[in-house]
């Protein structure tokens, strides 16, 4: 804004001069060719000065707007994923309702509530993202690979526990479990995720190649999902 009233200033200044500098007919024509050289020498100057001013405008502009599409492009995939997590839970929680419990083993939780396969995981993944008791959350899911060996949901936990050691700056251990998650469930939902902090863990080692690699192999797997896009900006990031 401060630019544009300078500008105005400056369009203002210029129609000022042109109508200050009047030749003066009575001099002599050495004079008057010297006045007429020093208005357009003016004149140009203004002029020169007024571009400037507008391509500096002009720049302004496209960075603001180059900035309101890479917020745009951001805001989108946090809908995307906040969605996808949405439908997540929905099909969690469907999945969970048509069990039965009384088929199922059970599990002591630390409030001596006894809960069966299914409701462990669900307890777990509470403790996780609604209540947010980190700890407690990776306790749960350690004691759930004991315990159910064979549940389909031994994917999930891993990614899980990838996520959760990932958070408190465990990467060895986050590492571990996601690589069971990737080698082990090819299937899984979590797979493509499980990819991605793989290759953000390696970024972070500084093991570049590592890092394109598991890029790439989340772009090939899954070339249509928001995980895939995340992929291709950090893989333009780590070829400049």
Request: aromatic residues 6%; glycine residues 4%; proline residues 2%.
């Given at each position: 804004?401060?630019?544009?009233?300078?500008?105005g200033?400056?369009?203002?200044?210029c129609?000022?001069a042109?109508?200050?500098?009047?030749?003066?007919?009575?001099?002599?024509?050495?004079?008057?060719?010297?006045?007429?050289?020093?208005?357009?020498?003016q004149r140009?100057?203004?002029?020169?000065?007024?571009?400037?001013?507008?391509?500096?405008?002009?720049?302004?502009?496209?960075?603001?707007?180059?900035?309101?599409?890479?917020?745009?492009?951001?805001?989108?995939?946090?809908?995307q994923?906040?969605?996808?997590?949405?439908?997540?839970?929905d099909k969690l929680?469907?999945r969970l309702?048509?069990?039965?419990?009384v088929t199922?083993?059970?599990?002591?939780?630390?409030?001596?509530?006894?809960?069966?396969e299914?409701d462990?995981?669900?307890?777990?993944?509470?403790l996780?993202?609604?209540?947010?008791?980190?700890?407690?959350?990776i306790?749960e899911?350690?004691k759930?690979?004991?315990?159910?060996?064979?549940?389909?949901?031994?994917?999930?936990?891993?990614y899980?526990?990838?996520?959760?050691?990932?958070?408190?700056?465990?990467?060895?251990?986050?590492?571990?479990?996601?690589?069971?998650?990737?080698?082990n469930?090819p299937?899984?939902?979590?797979?493509?995720?499980?990819?991605?902090?793989?290759?953000?863990?390696a970024?972070?080692?500084?093991?570049?190649?590592?890092?394109?690699?598991?890029?790439?192999?989340?772009?090939?797997?899954?070339?249509?999902s928001?995980?895939?896009?995340?992929?291709?900006?950090?893989?333009?990031?780590?070829k400049?």
């Amino acid at each position: 804004m401060k630019k544009l009233f300078a500008l105005g200033l400056l369009v203002a200044g210029c129609a000022h001069a042109q109508s200050a500098n009047v030749v003066d007919l009575s001099s002599s024509p050495s004079q008057r060719i010297a006045k007429l050289e020093q208005m357009l020498s003016q004149r140009n100057r203004v002029q020169v000065e007024m571009q400037q001013h507008i391509d500096t405008l002009q720049q302004e502009l496209n960075e603001l707007r180059g900035n309101s599409e890479t917020q745009d492009h951001r805001l989108n995939q946090i809908l995307q994923r906040q969605r996808e997590l949405y439908q997540e839970l929905d099909k969690l929680s469907s999945r969970l309702n048509s069990r039965s419990p009384v088929t199922q083993p059970s599990v002591a939780t630390d409030t001596n509530i006894t809960l069966s396969e299914s409701d462990a995981y669900k307890h777990a993944i509470n403790l996780a993202l609604k209540q947010q008791r980190y700890d407690d959350a990776i306790g749960e899911f350690e004691k759930y690979l004991i315990d159910y060996p064979q549940s389909s949901f031994r994917g999930n936990v891993h990614y899980w526990l990838g996520q959760l050691y990932f958070r408190d700056g465990k990467k060895d251990l986050a590492k571990n479990q996601l690589e069971k998650l990737v080698t082990n469930f090819p299937k899984s939902s979590k797979r493509v995720e499980g990819l991605i902090r793989l290759g953000r863990i390696a970024q972070d080692a500084k093991k570049r190649s590592k890092a394109i690699a598991y890029y790439q192999q989340a772009i090939k797997e899954y070339p249509n999902s928001s995980a895939a896009q995340i992929a291709q900006t950090r893989l333009k990031s780590l070829k400049k």
